[in-house]
């Protein structure tokens, strides 16, 4: 799979214009063309909300909005399109696939979202400074090349 420029440069764009908090979303393919989709990181209403079962905000982890994911696999169901990665930002951290993606993306040791993988992308000082790639090979994430 090869994402191309025009996408990377969409999710880079996304990451960079809250650079202090996550930005998550989805790759998608709907009728061969990939597409990309921001997702509202809602780690800071949940924290506020409930600080000790949500420790984390958004400068340090992303919790997509449970609606508009249910949207987006909705949509992609009606139209036969796929979820083909999600990214994430890390925050002055560096683009490294963290435990708690690992715990985020895998629930009895299978993948939540079976083939989607995974692109991170860190930001220092409001840049985008690395873009990282991971696939799931049927017991961890590994890194791929970014092609």
Not at 62 to 68: G, I, N
Not at 85 to 105: I, L, N, P, T
Not at 112 to 124: D, H, I, K, N, Q
């Amino acid at each position: 799979m090869t994402y191309g420029q025009e996408i990377l440069a969409r999710v880079r764009a996304l990451c960079e214009a809250d650079p202090e908090r996550e930005a998550c979303g989805f790759v998608v393919r709907r009728a061969g063309a990939l597409e990309v989709l921001a997702v509202p990181n809602v780690a800071d209403r949940y924290h506020a909300h409930d600080p000790a079962q949500f420790p984390r905000t958004s400068r340090d982890s992303y919790l997509m909005d449970p609606r508009a994911q249910l949207r987006v696999h909705e949509e992609l169901e009606a139209s036969g399109g796929e979820i083909v990665a999600v990214w994430h930002s890390h925050v002055e951290v560096g683009a490294y696939f963290s435990a708690k993606d690992r715990a985020d993306a895998v629930v009895d040791g299978l993948q939540l979202l079976p083939g989607a993988e995974y692109l991170v992308l860190g930001v220092r000082g409001g840049r985008v400074d690395e873009v990282r790639r991971y696939r799931f090979d049927g017991g961890d994430f590994v890194e791929a090349k970014l092609e």
